[in-house]
């Protein structure tokens, strides 16, 4: 009996000694993680989205706004019917037309095949419209609920889409800008997202007397952009009915102020619908002004004319002596773009005439040295810096890595690569009378009335007020008397240039396709815009003198009034 008793107590007593273990453990050793864990069961928490800020056009109005939409989702443990009979009562309430039949079963299908999966919680649409959520809760399908999320919209639709960008989701399934404006803002137009803290009972119900902690979401902020969109709508529609009459496969158009870099309008063809960005290829996406690079052809002679005359190795009246005929280069015999040649033309008449052999005449009196030393001030091979998410950067060879053939075709826009921004960058030092300055999208940023200045980079100068004014005065006398003079604006002063580049491939030029080009600013003595029309493959002619300078003044006709430009009498 004593044994038996001994037994017992060493049993009860091991086992008092695990207990008070194991006590230790939990109270003691696991404490702080199994507090967190009870809190977490009692307490609930949900993230607040912060509204993302507003795109807006220099007058104030709304290139991009944001406007209450909804998350339609499904909790399976609450479904009371079969996953058909649902997707077919939600089916009609979502798609676009109740009579697309087709669209109609592959929605229904759709949803059947989400509510089917193996999950408690299931998103089964995005961005659904305030109405349509009205509508299907009117059904009252049980399971069946919304949490509210943003979406973007877009007042003038596909106008300067690729400028803007678009909103999607990341990997986390938040929201994202992507592209444009959206995506190089992404972080202040997105705002702070807040946090709602509760209590809750066993069933998740919150408790009303217990209180609450929130953290409120702060705005975005809002972009004020220098983009005017009378002028970006102006643009939008001539480019589409010049990309048409001239049979090309791409356009792109950037109106500028050279005197500060504020970009007025970019537009660029084929686009896409930032609202429906989901039906389009990635292909549609980057923005053509600052992403493709192309040889810009005799767009590119003002620039090299405009360096020669600030080193001061030729003057506006330098006769060319070697203009009587085609030039030798290495083994390459370059000649004029239409075989026609003009002894003894002065720097002025090179450029009227779009004269070849007188640029690569200029190009030896510049030299290697000098003429990559100026590209490079004038921007040539380097990001223009513009607000804009996806700026691609061509380059140009190493210095010292020139060869005459290279300094040769670089004088008439063959050989070098450029995007349109840099393009137009580099000219509008002519423009602004020698000083560069970088493109810019946003004016300035504000929220709930507070407003903050985005300043213009302080222009660095590459070339002198003299020649800036002398190669001015060339491609004044170039838009009267060169190729392009037929379709000219009558009575007003223009300075521009036309250029029509082959475009390589393959390591050769193809001469059946070719990139048109028209570049000028007005009024010539004090612009009050500088304009960039490129065109690619147009079929109709390849000469930019018959696509691109036509299409370029056509647009400029509509901004004389509306910018208050004169003609001169």
């Known amino acids: ?57 220099s007058d104030g109005t709304w290139l991009v706004a944001s406007e209450e939409s909804w998350l339609l989702w499904a909790n399976t443990t609450r479904l009371k019917e079969p996953q058909r009979v649902i997707a077919n009562k939600l089916a009609p309430l979502l798609v676009e037309k109740i009579d697309d039949k087709e669209g109609l079963l592959k929605e229904a299908m759709n949803l059947e095949g989400l509510l089917s999966k193996d999950a408690q919680w ?48 990341d990997s986390e399934g938040s929201d994202r800008g992507y592209f444009g404006l959206e995506g190089y803002y992404d972080l202040p137009l997105s705002g702070k997202p807040g946090f709602l803290q509760r209590e809750s009972d066993a069933r998740g119900n919150p408790i009303l007397s217990a209180g609450s902690k929130e953290v409120s979401a702060v705005h975005g902020i809002d972009l004020f952009t220098h983009i005017d969109k009378t002028i970006q709508l102006v643009v939008e529609r001539e480019l589409a009915k010049g990309i048409e009459a001239y049979g090309a496969s791409a356009g792109t158009v950037i109106i500028m102020d050279s005197k500060d870099g504020a970009v007025l309008a970019m537009a660029s063809s084929p686009s896409y619908d930032p609202e429906k960005y989901f039906e389009y290829g990635n292909e549609f996406f980057k923005n053509p002004a600052i992403s493709d690079a192309f040889e810009p052809g005799s767009i590119f002679k003002p620039i090299v004319m405009a360096a020669a005359l600030d080193a001061q190795v030729i003057k506006p009246d330098t006769k060319c002596d070697i203009c009587d005929g085609p030039v ?43 003429m990559f030393s100026y590209l490079t001030k004038f921007g040539i091979g380097m990001p223009s810096g513009i607000d804009l998410q996806g700026e691609a950067n061509p380059g140009i060879r190493p210095d010292g890595k020139w060869n005459v053939v290279d300094l040769a075709t670089t004088t008439f826009g063959q050989g070098i690569a450029v995007t349109p921004i840099q393009m137009i960058r580099a000219m509008a030092v002519i423009a602004s009378g020698g000083e560069v300055m970088v493109p810019q999208i946003v004016d300035k940023i504000g929220q709930n009335g507070w407003e903050e200045d985005i300043k213009p980079e302080d222009g660095e100068r590459v070339i002198s007020e003299k020649a800036a004014q002398e190669i001015t005065d060339m491609m004044v ?13 009558k009575g007003f002063k223009i300075a521009g240039k036309t250029g029509t580049a082959q475009i390589p491939v393959q390591g050769h030029y193809d001469e059946e396709k070719t990139i048109a080009s028209f570049v000028g600013f007005a009024p010539a003595d004090n612009p009050k815009f500088i304009m960039l029309v490129t065109l690619r493959e147009p079929t109709s002619s390849p000469w930019g003198s018959e696509t691109a300078a036509p299409l370029w003044f056509n647009i400029a006709r509509q901004l004389f009034p509306y910018l208050g430009i004169q003609p001169e009498s």
């Open 122 to 169: 299931i998103a089964l649409k995005h961005k659904v419209t305030s109405e349509i959520k009205k509508n299907i809760e009117a059904v009252k399908i049980e399971g069946i609920g919304f949490d509210p999320e943003e979406k973007r919209l877009y007042p003038e639709a596909s106008a300067a889409a690729q400028v803007l960008g678009f909103v999607g989701k």
């Open 477 to 489: 006398a170039a838009v009267k008397n060169g190729e392009s003079k037929w379709t000219a604006a």
């Open 328 to 370: 030798k280069v290495d083994k390459y015999e370059i000649e004029t773009w239409n075989k026609e040649y003009y002894p003894d033309s002065t720097m002025t008449d090179v450029i009227v005439h779009s004269d070849n052999v007188g640029m690569v005449f200029v190009g030896q009196k510049l030299g290697r040295e000098k």
């Open 1 to 57: 009996m004593g044994t038996r008793l001994r037994l017992i107590g060493i049993v009860f007593g091991l086992s008092s000694l695990v207990l008070l273990g194991r006590l230790f453990f939990w109270q003691v050793l696991k404490a702080d993680e199994l507090s967190q864990q009870a809190r977490l069961q009692h307490q609930s928490g949900e993230k607040i989205s912060a509204q993302r800020g507003s795109i807006l056009a």
